[in-house]
């Protein structure tokens, strides 16, 4: 098993910055496939950002070129780099792990993550 536990969310001013960590407790981290999931008021969760166990990544339409996400697998702490936020961006974001192979990690299908943290809420300018 493993904890999840989420921090550096807040508000971020247009053309400014805000770096999300996730701290992860438990065991065998890094055999993990992580992802960061957001949702918004009335609206469903949708998948954000995957790093597979060797780094490989995969982000949605609508972040790319504008988040990174990447893990540290001694510190055990997953991040997703936000940068340019647009008002769509806000969110309740949440980070989580997942078993399934390295075929299915990049669909982002948060069905099949059962391990997710408490959530950190970030709100783009508008």
């Known amino acids: 098993q493993v904890q999840l536990q989420e921090s550096g969310g807040g508000s971020v001013q247009s053309g400014g910055s805000l770096r999300l960590s996730c701290a992860a407790s438990g065991d065998r981290y890094s055999s993990y496939c992580m992802g960061w999931f957001r949702r918004a008021p009335g609206t469903a969760r949708e998948g954000v950002a995957v790093i597979d166990r060797d780094g490989t990544t995969s982000y949605a339409d609508s972040v790319k070129g504008r988040f990174t996400i990447s893990r540290d697998n001694v510190r055990n702490t997953l991040y997703l780099q936000m940068n340019s936020p647009k008002p769509e961006d806000t969110a309740m974001y949440y980070c989580?792990?997942?078993?399934?192979?390295?075929?299915?990690?990049?669909?982002?299908?948060?069905?099949?993550?059962?391990?997710w943290g408490q959530g950190t809420q970030v709100t783009a300018p508008h």
């Open positions: 989580a792990a997942s078993n399934v192979g390295t075929s299915n990690c990049r669909r982002m299908v948060s069905g099949w993550f059962g391990y």
